[in-house]
C-alpha cells in the first residue's frame, strides 16, 4: 500500500554533509510515523532518527547534533540533514514509514564516508 524510495546517498570526505530524502507514494494517508535506519557492515540494523506525523522527533545518541530529520507532508517526503559525517557513519540507510497496522521499508541507500 506505500513505496518508499529513498535518494542522497554517495561518497563524501569526513566532516562533509549529505541530505537523504524518502519520498512516499501510495497510500501516504496511512503514515504515522517515518523515520531513517542504517544498516552498517556486519553489524545489525540500527535507528537513526524518527518523526511522527505531529512532528515529534528523535534521535540516536550517536547522531544527536548532527543529523536533523524533517517531514513535508505536502511532498509526502522525509529528509535526514547529515551534517559533520564520520567514517563510522557508513553504511545503508532505510527509510520506514510505520502505519497502524504495519510497517513499510524503502531499499536503501548507501552513505559512504571516508576518512
Known amino acids: 500500500q506505500v513505496q518508499l524510495v529513498e535518494s542522497g546517498g554517495g561518497l563524501v570526505q569526513a566532516g562533509g554533509s549529505l541530505r537523504l530524502s524518502c519520498a512516499a507514494s501510495?497510500?501516504?494517508?496511512?503514515?504515522?510515523?517515518m523515520g531513517w535506519y542504517r544498516q552498517a557492515p556486519g553489524k545489525q540494523r540500527e535507528l537513526v532518527s524518527t518523526?511522527?506525523?505531529?512532528?515529534?522527533?528523535n534521535y540516536a545518541d550517536s547522531v544527536k547534533g548532527r543529523f536533523t530529520i524533517s517531514r513535508d507532508n505536502a511532498k509526502n517526503t522525509v529528509y535526514l540533514q547529515m551534517n559533520s559525517l564520520k567514517p563510522e557513519d557508513t553504511a545503508v540507510y532505510y527509510c520506514n514509514a510505520d502505519t497502524i497496522v504495519v510497517g513499510y521499508w524503502g531499499k536503501g541507500t548507501l552513505v559512504t564516508v571516508s576518512s
Open positions: 518523526i511522527t506525523s505531529g512532528g515529534s522527533t
Open positions: 501510495g497510500n501516504i494517508f496511512s503514515i504515522d510515523g
